[in-house]
């Protein structure tokens, strides 16, 4: 049975590099966000656009292998499409509360930002975290936050998953 885990958080709060570095460690597939790929190709883009994201995000999650490692997840898609747009549509919301996995790894934005064409939000990622805390915990979805610098947000991941892989 593969453990399928899932970083999540505000913008810059190390998700990707996480989830990359947790991806070679354990040898995991690395399954990217994919609305950086779906942005970088747009000029703007508009509500609509989240649920075309969604959609591929979901299909590219459709791989198999022992340990699959989502950089991003509809959590992410949710929170901001409400955050933004004041709603968020009902695919979004349906296939956020089917989406399954074995863990979340929730990034706290206590390190520096890094700028970066397609991020919005410098200024907001704590009141952003505290929504990700929210949906996750009314979810009860099973959940580790991840602090402090690469070395310990590394060995809080390491120890969660190693926990998995022997469960």
Not at 2 to 20: D, H, N, Q
Request: charged share 30%; with cysteine.
């Amino acid at each position: 049975m593969p453990i399928i885990i899932a970083f999540t958080g505000p913008e810059s709060s190390g998700k990707t590099t996480l989830a990359k570095l947790i991806s070679e460690t354990f040898s995991g597939v690395l399954i990217e966000e994919y609305a950086r790929e779906y942005l970088d190709q747009k000029s703007s883009y508009e509500q609509i656009d989240l649920d075309v994201i969604a959609k591929k995000q979901i299909e590219n999650w459709k791989v198999k292998n022992d340990l699959i490692i989502a950089d991003t997840e509809l959590t992410v898609i949710k929170v901001w499409s409400e955050y933004r747009y004041k709603s968020c549509s009902d695919f979004i919301l349906e296939s956020y509360k089917n989406q399954s996995f074995d863990h979340y790894f929730l990034c706290k934005p206590d390190i520096p930002w890094e700028e970066d064409s397609l991020r919005e939000n410098p200024n907001n990622r704590d009141e952003l975290f505290e929504l990700y805390l929210n949906e996750l915990t009314a979810m009860k979805r099973h959940f580790t936050i991840v602090e402090g610098n690469q070395k310990n947000r590394l060995k809080i991941c390491k120890k969660e998953i190693s926990r998995l892989v022997k469960s």
